[in-house]
Each structure stands twice: as C-alpha cells, then as structure tokens.
C-alpha cells in the first residue's frame, strides 16, 4: 500500500452476514455455541419432549363433569380408549369451595369476598401511594371484582350498595386527594375483622378507639414529654382500655343497640381464607415489628439491644411448628384463666413474632448497607433519632431490602400452610386431606395438589412482580 | 488562587465570640487524638485549618457540632456549652451547618428535597416556603435547573455545591467545612472553591479544614496548623505562609508547596 491514503467516496453501512443476524445468531449463540452446548440442548429437547408427551394426554384427557372419581376414569375409558389417563378437575368443580373457604357458611360466603376484594382497596394507597393511574385501575379493577361476585354469592343488598358506594367515593378521592385513602386502609383491619368473624359491631369499634385513646394520649404530651416517653404512655393507656374497658363498654352498647352480623366460629375458617387471613395480617404486622427490633438491635441503650437481640436470637433458633404448638397449647396457661383467646389469633402472633425476627435480620442487613455519612449528615442537620430514622435512614435501608423482604414473606405466605400440625385446616394438608377421605374421590392425588399449587403460585409470583415494580419505581441512584 | 479578586469590605471580624473552646482533650479508646486545644472563634472570622493526616483536624471540627465527643474541656458555640443534654446539641446542629468530604447528599430525595428536609422537620419552616428558600440558595450556588434531579445524576462538584446549599437553607451562623474539595477532580475544586469564597464575602464564620492553600491565603484571616492533636501555630495567612515559626510547620509548607 502507498504511504499516501486519501479516502474518495465513503462507504455505506451494510447488513452483517447472515450468520450474525435474526433467528441464526440467536440460536448459534444460545443453543450451539460449541459441541458440549449442543449436546446440551439435544438432551434438554429430548427431556421436555418426553415430560411433554408422558403428560400432555392427561392433561387432554381432563374430565370436567363428574360425580366420582371413578365416573371421571370411566369417561375418559370412554372418549380416549383403555389404558388412556386425564385429570379429573371435577373434583374440583363439586369441592373448590373448601379449598377456597373451608367449613365457613356457605349463605355468608359474600363476606369473605367482600373483606378479599376490599383488602386490595385498603393495600392499595399504600402499594401505589403517589400513582394515581396504577391506584384508579386498582380500585376499578376491585370495583369490577365486587360486582361479579358478590351477587352470586348471596349478598344482601345493603352490602352490596355499601361496597359500590365506598368504592366510587374511593375512586373519586384517587383522584382528587389519594392521601385520604390511608383513612379507610386505618380501619379496614376492624372492618375485616367484623367481616370475617360476624358478631357484634361494637365489638371491631370499640377495640379500635382503643387506638384512638394511644394515639390521643401521644399527641397530648408529645410537646411536653417528647416521642418515647409520650408513644410508652399511649401504648399503657390503650392497654388499660383493652384489658379493663373493652369488654363492659362493648357488652353496654351492644345492650342498646344489638346491631351485628351472625357469628363465625374460628374452626369453620380453612383453605385458602385461613391462609390468606393468617398471611395478610402476619405480613401487615411483622414488617414495623420488625423495624423496630432491628433499630433496637442497633440501639446503643444495653437494655434495649439486649432484649432485641436475645428476642430475635430466640425465635429464629425454634422452628416454627413450635411456636405453633405454642400457641395451640402453651400460651392458654400464660393468659388469665377464663380468657378465650381465638386459636386463629394465636397462631397469627406467633406467626408474626417469627416473621418479625427474621425481617429484623433483613432489614438490619439493610441498615448496615448504608454509608456512616448518611447518619452524620442527618445529625449535622439537627434532625432527632425518629425523623432521621424515618426520612433519611429508614426510606434507604428498606430499599436496600426490598428483594430479601419480600422473600420472607413469601415464605412466611407458604409456612402458613403449618398451621395444619395444630388442627387448622389449611389448603395443603387439611382441605385436601378432607376431599380424599371422601368416598367418591378416594385416591385422587395430582389434581387438588396441582389446583392449590397453583394458586399458591399465583400469589407468590404476584408479590415478586410487585417487589420488581417497586425496585424500578424506587431507584433513584442511577448507577 | 491568591490572584482571584476579592471583596474584603465585607469580610468584618466582629468582637462577638462565635465559638469557645477551653482545654478540650479527646480520646479514641486509649489513643489521645485531640490534646489540649483553646481557641476563640469571633462572628465573621475565616479560619482554614490544616495539618498532616491524622492530625486530628477533621475530629475538631467534628467535635464542634457533636459529631464526635469529646471528654474534657469545654465547647461553647454560639453561648450554648456541648453537654450530653440532647436538646443543646440539637440546637447547635441547627444553628451550625456542615459540609463533608463525600457530599454526604440523602440518594433518594431529589435536590430540592434534599435542601427542603431539614428546614421544613427541624424549623417547622412550611413547605412552599422552604422551598422557595431551597431555590433562592440553589441560584446561589449556580445550580437551579439541577433542581428536581437526584444526587446521583450530578457531577461531584455539583453535588458539592448542593451540599452547601442544604447546609445553607438552615440559616446556620457558623460553616464547618470537612475538606470539601479532596473528592474532587481538579476543574471542580474551582467551582466549589468560589462558593465557598462567595460565602465569606457575605461575612459567614467559617471553619475549613483544607490543603486548599490557595484558599487560605485568599479568604481566611487566621491559619492553624495542626499536628498530633494539637494546635502547632496559628498566624494571619501571611505571615503563616511568608514566615512560620515553628520547624514542623516549615517542614509540613516546604511539602505542601514544594511541587
């Protein structure tokens, strides 16, 4: 080549050569790169190929409308020739009311859907706070779960309205001041309570003034006295409502006017509304407990950190089925004698405390995650422990969890299944153990595993999404 | 720097004593990091601070907002002595702002956030208003457009800049500055350098440990030098840099200036 290079005319781009383009490349550099990934992906094609044809006529094959599981064999003889297999969905057809709702009434199932279809109305200022598109085709999309629903399921009309009503204001707040939506997200757990449970309803409304009492005596001295102090009186006072007002003052106006929903006892709870009301309230309330055994893990009071650790320590050295067994049968002889303690609401507590000494740890990972300069800028600002905690550490170090967090609770969401070691009757182990003892289904195996799974699935993957949302939504430092 | 033209008309040292500090000592565990320091600050006064590392600079400074504690002595800033009673601490973290190293911006409020947070929880200052104040402080500083952006999106010497505008929209009487220019890339010393000289135009009591020698010749009225926890000497900037007294601090400016 000359020393001298000018370039006369410039070239256009072209295409890259076929080997480096579209459906070639793709499978070159993701099937066969080399001789072992090709093997690689011959066996992978062989396995899904034998899984796909040993389990594709049984799933072909299903049979829909049956009284028994026999009747099912017998049509899918019928229709696919001898020898041939299929699911037998009827089962679930005649029985997924058990799974769904266990031995609750069946004239008030209306009530555990409208509590389901409105804990998403509650969830949702808080999952989507500050959006107000995602917040109205949340509450939309409720609004439509509600109507479909509630009518098949025998609601009364009253409730019916109520719930149309409540959602159309809800709506029309999303809009205007979606921060007020936290108002009824406050008082859905006494709503839900009533909901599920029945009985009086001054029995949800006057348990919760028993907050209204904490959070009175909080703001009155939080001037003079300052946030722990006042926030340890309120905790006190409210107890005392609790342990001593409660009961008489509800018995009083109960007397007067005896307005209320028929009882539900806590052995008619099962399937999937046991877990659900066990997981949503375990979740809802493990999480602050959890913060604040992780602050009190890196307090520097020795008391405090002690208690803290020594709580935490404890309960993730027991496994779980113990605390259960706890709670069904210890925890009675800690109570004053003649106290009924629900065993749902036990089993709820000590389902709490685990998720609360595991998240501690979660969130504790968190706190440490954060750099030393962003607890003294705090300090440099003169912002207090809480209001440094609560906007500048806190805010962070949640985020920084978020993956892990989220991880617990989905497990705590499946660990609730255990509750069936002490005599509740939970999707896995309980619902599905009652529809096998039943003659007509005996030795049916995969279907009602499959169908619970994949509800159970179907959750879970949910509340990963959600977590992947909020970690995109959240991340704001642009590495 | 020493070229840059300054206003010094402003730049008064009144008589009022802004910060005291009598016989102080501290200790890390057994390590004795701060020894005996006095020293007097007046309102108005530019006080650059400088030493080896480990000298103990950052931690005297530190000490002056509560950051670190300190075991003897006395501090008194602005009439209110350091004790363990939080409600004085506080107090005096809210009438002395501080600048760190690494910025130390909150990663996940927006600029304007940044600078909002603490007047509006700590002043009670309402929300329209302390922003306003945030943008005012913003321009100041040559940043407004950077506003509703996250730390992470800016330039270190932006962020810098941010950084003492969230320390000025709590109307601080007294500056620490913690090395403010070592993270930085040499172009945006300079920007940082002019905010900082912009501010003790405007008769702000500053204390700033920095190698900035430049800057201290330009804008402080007395340089101390530190080594081994205590004060070695302190002189006007001219006299300190023209003709120090003591050997360690010859050694120390032969280093510092000799490349």
Known sequence: MEKHFARTEMLPPMAPPVTERGVVKWLRENLFSGWFNTILTLVGLWVIYTLVTAALPWWLNSVWTAGSLAECRDIVVATAGEGATGACWAMIRERWHQFIFGFYPAEAYWRPVLAFGLLFAALGPVLFAGQKRNLTVLLAGVAVFLLVTLVPAHAPLAAVVAAVVLLAVSLGLAQVAPGKLLWFTAVFPALCFWLLWGGSVWTPIVAMLGFAVMGGAYLALVGRLGPTS?????VFLALLWWLFLDVPLTGV??????????????????GFLLAITIGVTAITFSLPIGILLALGRQSDMLIVKTLCVGFIEFIRGVPLITLLFTASLLLQYFL????????ILRVIILVTLFAAAYLAEVIRGGLAALPRGQ????????????????????PQALKIS?????????????????????GLMDPLKGVTQIVRADINWKGIYWEPYIFVGAIFFVICFGMSRYSMYLERKLKTDHR | MSDVAIDRSKMKVSDEVAIQIAGMNKWYGTFHVLRDINMTVN???????????????????????????????QIVVDGTELT??????????????????????????????????????VRKVPKKEAEETAMHFLRKVKIPEQANKYPGQLSGGQQQRVAIARSLCMRPRIMLFDEPTSALDPEMIKEVLDTMIELAEEGMTMLCVTHEMGFAQAVANRVIFMDQGQIVEQNEPKEFFNNPKSDRTKLFLSQILGH
Request: negative net charge; contains cysteine; hydrophobic residues 45%.
């Open chain 1, 230 to 234: 006042s926030a340890l009186i309120g």
């Open chain 1, 253 to 270: 106006i109960d007397g007067v006017l005896p307005w209320g929903l028929m009882s539900v006892n806590s052995d008619q709870f099962g």
């Open chain 1, 336 to 343: 004053p004698p003649n106290t009924n303690f629900d065993i």
């Open chain 1, 375 to 394: 607890y003294e800028a705090a300090d440099a600002l003169g912002l207090d422990y809480w209001r440094a905690q609560r906007l500048i550490i806190l």
């Open chain 1, 402 to 422: 978020i993956p892990a967090i989220v991880s617990t609770f989905i497990g705590l969401f499946k660990d609730t299944t255990l509750v069936a070691f002490v």
């Open chain 2, 43 to 73: 309102r108005g006064e530019r006080i650059v601070i400088c030493g080896p590392s480990g000298s103990g600079k950052s931690t005297l400074i530190r000490c002056i907002n509560r950051l670190e504690e300190h075991q003897q002595g």
């Open chain 2, 84 to 121: 363990n009673d939080l409600k004085n601490i506080d107090k005096v973290r809210s009438e002395v702002g501080m600048v760190f190293q690494h910025f130390n911006l909150f990663p996940h409020l927006t600029i304007l956030e940044n600078c909002t947070l603490a007047p509006i929880w």
